[in-house]
């Protein structure tokens, strides 16, 4: 770590020698750029080197301190609640948890090496997360509406745990399989529609066994990844395979369903707040729209031969394909369509592309472009 310090620090430096000496060489925007990033890389790389100098943990037999550049932070052992390693972007964090709100946390960030004196002294005090743990399992065992005895409320709870687990690594799956390769389409749309609502029985009729916000140390089992991925994968493939011409059906659908499926989960005693169960009600309910608006749509197709006025791809997140074509039946203006890759580089400018047309299930109008026969 001092060596990387070092490193920007010197580098710093010398985009500041250079911005110095070499005025009329370098064009105004490059000015700004060495004025702003020269003193930055200077100053970081100094405070880098002086962290790993400075820093350093004292451990007590009733206190431990901790020395960073300007603070030192401390807490005694009695006033320390417990301890819990948190997962940061690059690093792992020790946090330790005062027993009173008016003494905050103390954050170790763990990249020093722990001996045997640390590894004790922290093991001495409480886990948070095996508190929390069995103080979530304490609530289900003593809940008399999971079951008659305790065993009975036991045996349950580790029942919907499995089934939890076996369910997630289903819609996993589904997932995988609906968004890389959805072949048979309507298997792969339809499986991953069937997951969620296997999740959502299983909340309506064991609401106190199972949640799904994904807390960790909730020990109820997780039915988030069975609700929410299944649903996700639907709505990002309707998106990218479907082209709507009206999109307020679906959100309109979207809303009564989300209201419907909330009121039906709270009446069957559902431990989870409707706020928590409303983004995943949302995501599946808008995917199965999406999804349900053309494959169950048996109106009969509209064919619009249009001429090709200009094409242009989209680089994006990912790469989309475009025709500005002439006026064609609901659009009545000069428009642009989406296109697929094929298509694009089968038809030119000022040949004739096909649109086909149908109503939709939800009625909500939806088109694919193909090549004129």
Partial sequence: MIFVGAVNSVLGLLGMIYLAIGQETIAQGERIAF?????????????LVAYTVKMKLILSPDRIELHAVRTVRSLRREEIAGWRAVRMKYHWT??????????KNLRIILMLKA????????????????????ESTARIIDDQSVGV?????????????NRAKVLNWIAGIAAAWGFFYPRPYQLAMATLGIVPLVAIAMLAT???????????NDARADLSIAFLLPGLVMALRGLLDFNLLEW?????ATI?????????????????????????SVVYLFGAMTQANTLLDRSKRQVFPVRVLNKRIFNGNTTTYYFQVEPWGPRPGVNEINVPSS????????????????????????????TCQ
């Fill in 35 to 47: 004025a702003i990033l020269s003193p930055l890389f200077f100053c970081l790389g100094l405070y």
């Fill in 94 to 103: 020790l946090l330790l948890r005062p027993r009173t709100p008016e003494l």
């Fill in 115 to 134: 001996d045997e004196a640390f590894n004790a002294w922290i093991a001495s005090l409480p886990n948070l997360d095996e508190v929390e743990r069995a």
């Fill in 149 to 161: 005895t305790a065993q009975e409320r036991s045996q349950r709870l580790a029942g919907a745990q």
């Fill in 206 to 216: 064991g609401g106190a066994l199972y949640q799904v916000r994904g807390r960790r």
């Fill in 248 to 252: 307020m059906p679906i959100i309109k």
């Fill in 256 to 280: 009564a369903g989300t209201v419907l499926l909330t009121i039906l989960l709270a009446s069957r005693g559902m431990r989870e707040s409707r706020w928590a169960i409303l983004p995943f």
């Fill in 343 to 370: 298509i694009y580089g089968a038809v030119s400018a000022g040949q004739n592309a096909c649109v086909l047309l149908w109503k939709g299930a939800m009625q909500a109008p939806w088109y694919i472009v193909r």
